[in-house]
């Protein structure tokens, strides 16, 4: 059953750093796009990274130069790199496919907080 774990988040205070990790099962997983979302009280989950099977990466406008996507395909793994952290990144994030693989396919995401 494919299923997606995230983990890595926490408590930082701003211009600190947290490495977020994704680990998914089912082969769907290992072939896709996949991306890391947010999600902030009050908001629409949005993307904010994409990385294809190749390996090439996008990202949102408001974390470009702070954040980097990287995935492991041995470990059928994706990781995000934060870095430079502002309060306005605290969210809660999660993996999925791009597009999301759909309703049920979401985890139960990793809460970032980020203080000043």
């Known amino acids: 059953q494919a299923q997606l774990v995230e983990s890595g988040g926490g408590l930082v205070q701003a211009g600190g750093s947290l490495r977020l990790s994704c680990a998914a099962s089912g082969s769907f997983f290992t072939i896709s796009t996949m991306g890391w979302y947010r999600q902030a009280p009050g908001h629409q989950r949005e993307l904010v990274a994409r990385i294809s099977f190749g390996g090439s990466t996008n990202y949102a406008d408001s974390v470009k130069g702070r954040f980097t996507i990287s995935r492991d395909k041995a470990k059928n793994t994706v990781y995000l790199q934060m870095n430079s952290l502002k309060r306005e990144d605290t969210a809660l994030y999660y993996c999925?496919?791009?597009?999301?693989?759909?309703?049920?396919?979401w985890g139960q995401g990793t809460q970032v907080t980020v203080s000043s």
């Open positions: 999925n496919s791009v597009p999301p693989a759909g309703d049920s396919s």
